[in-house]
């Protein structure tokens, strides 16, 4: 999350379409805060149904802040997919230094014991092991 506080960039095509989609509602949506005749709701995809009553009054800035909260919600999808893919190679990543280094430490430790016998004991079957070949 602070390398998303420090910039606002990406190169994914999906932002811009995403952008276009929610700015294709600009229309209609100033058109019903400018008229107070027209009912002040309305439908867009990913927000529901939207109140704008209380917008009326507040001139062009509302236009920048349709702008901003659209280009707003299209990047928070590239950020949520950016940090979902991070976090699994992260993961994966993790659990394969833990199996690769840490493991691979382990397993020689225990093979290599001092009394030379670590390979033969661990080849050894768990005593639960022949019970659970038992026939009947």
Same mark, same amino acid.
Not at 55 to 65: C, M, N, P, S, W
């Given at each position: 999350?602070?390398?998303? @506080?420090?910039?606002?960039y990406?190169?994914? %095509?999906?932002? $811009? +379409?995403?952008?276009?989609? !929610?700015? =294709? ?5 100033? @058109?019903?805060? &400018?008229? %107070? ?10 927000? /529901? #149904?939207?109140?704008? +009553?209380? !917008?009326?009054?507040? /001139?062009?800035? $509302?236009? #920048? =802040?349709?702008?901003?909260?659209? &280009? ?6 590239? $950020?949520? &997919?950016? !940090?979902?893919?991070?976090? +699994? ?8 230094? !833990?199996v690769? @280094?840490?493991?691979?430490? #382990?397993?020689?430790?225990? =093979? ?7 390979? @033969?004991?661990?080849?050894? #079957?768990?005593?639960? $092991? ?6 009947i």
């Open positions: 999350m602070e390398m998303e @506080k420090l910039t606002d990406t190169c994914n %095509p999906d932002y $811009v +379409a995403a952008w276009s989609k !929610l700015m =294709a509602f600009q229309g209609e949506f100033m @058109k019903i805060v &400018r008229s %107070p005749s027209i009912p002040p709701k309305i439908q867009i995809d990913v927000f /529901g #149904e939207i109140n704008v +009553a209380h !917008l009326r009054d507040r /001139g062009k800035i $509302v236009q #920048e =802040a349709f702008d901003m909260k659209m &280009r707003i919600t299209s990047y928070w999808d590239i $950020v949520l &997919r950016r !940090l979902v893919d991070c976090m +699994a190679l992260h993961l994966n990543f993790s659990v394969q230094n !833990l690769n @280094k840490d493991m691979e430490v #382990e397993f020689i430790n225990e =093979a290599m014991v001092p009394e030379g016998n670590g390979v @033969k004991r661990m080849l050894e #079957e768990s005593p639960s $092991v022949p019970d659970s070949r038992l026939v």
